[in-house]
């Protein structure tokens, strides 16, 4: 069964991918918001046993919280890119192998940004504990970036390059990263802008790679109602 048509899945699928120098210092940032969240009197209310902020996570999050970290999201000195996927213009195999789809569009989105620096580590969100799952992905991403390095023999080719899989709520990143995704999807699934506008000016380029569109801050992403 294709879920998108039968609409048990969204039309599109979005990626967002956080790039910093140092993601120590990343973690120490986000640490340190929420710690000033779970201070704040205007948000102590929300919280409860039934609702404990260990992580950034913009499908759960209070509005409140949703909010604010937007805000900080914008003051971050990150790098941002997004790819964003519609899902029936995809080839048939992918429509009904979700796992495929998804390891090559993450190729698709680091491709190049895995060649500007001498070290890169790549940290993946853990979608799933599986060994095999795990490597499959990696394969996938990897044979879409030597691909794409033979293509374009001027890119550094001795980057070393390490792949990790991390749960969601245990790195910094990973969590901006979520936020961004989420402010994304909004525009393109819902065409609701208000929370990419939050944080618009720190996106590098969003890749609609179906309809061949790419949009950056001198063509920045409208798409109306």
Do not use: W
């Amino acid at each position: 069964m294709n879920l998108v048509q039968s609409g048990h899945a969204t039309q599109f699928l979005v990626i967002a991918s956080v790039r910093t120098e140092d993601q120590l210092v990343l973690q120490q940032a986000v640490n340190d918001f929420k710690s000033s969240l779970l201070k704040d009197t205007e948000l102590i209310p929300l919280f409860s046993s039934a609702y404990v902020l260990d992580s950034f996570h913009a499908t759960k999050d209070f509005p409140q919280v949703r909010q604010k970290f937007y805000s900080f999201i914008a003051t971050l000195e990150v790098k941002l890119d997004v790819m964003v996927v519609e899902k029936l213009k995809c080839f048939e195999t992918l429509q009904r192998n979700p796992g495929s789809m998804y390891g090559i569009m993450i190729g698709q989105l680091i491709k190049n940004l895995c060649h500007q620096t001498p070290e890169v580590e790549v940290i993946f969100s853990r979608k799933d504990s599986k060994l095999k799952l795990q490597k499959e992905l990696e394969i996938e991403v990897d044979r879409i970036r030597l691909e794409y390095l033979q293509k374009n023999p001027t890119l550094n080719s001795s980057v070393t390059l390490s792949y990790h899989h991390n749960p969601h709520y245990s790195h910094a990143g990973l969590q901006v990263a979520d936020y961004v995704a989420y402010a994304v999807f909004q525009v393109f699934e819902r065409r609701n802008h208000e929370l990419y506008d939050l944080i618009s000016h720190k996106i590098g380029r969003i890749h609609d790679i179906c309809n061949k569109k790419l949009f950056t801050r001198s063509n920045p992403l409208q798409l109306s109602s």
